[in-house]
């Protein structure tokens, strides 16, 4: 990949370039990892049922976590180069606010547990 790049840019643009992304690949798949600890928190203590992972509410979370936002992010760092392009997008401000929202989640579902409500 970095040939194509060198038809334009030269080394050290190249390897600031994947750098970047190496950063940012790391970033996501920790928030990611975050994500589905707390998908598996939620199957574990029966706030959600694990038998179809695709339906409950903070499940669909988890699925844009990984699939919409942390993908959209690596594609523009990836394919634009400009890590803070993603910003918005379906990008960073997704990514944090989807993992908030999964622990509220939580949060609440376990209090509503605890409450006895169904």
Not at 52 to 77: C, G, K, M
Request: hydrophobic share 40%.
């Amino acid at each position: 990949m970095k040939g194509v790049c060198n038809a334009c840019h030269n080394r050290d643009w190249i390897d600031g370039h994947f750098k970047r992304l190496g950063e940012t690949i790391k970033e996501t798949d920790a928030m990611t990892l975050t994500a589905t600890k707390l998908m598996v928190e939620a199957w574990e203590t029966g706030l959600e049922d694990k038998t179809n992972p695709f339906d409950e509410t903070i499940e669909q979370l988890w699925i844009r976590q990984w699939l919409f936002y942390s993908n959209s992010i690596r594609y523009a760092s990836a394919m634009t180069g400009a890590y803070d392009y993603a910003a918005f997008k379906n990008g960073w401000w997704n990514l944090t606010e989807n993992l908030q929202q999964m622990k509220d989640w939580i949060r609440i579902k376990k209090f509503l547990k605890a409450a006895g409500a169904k």
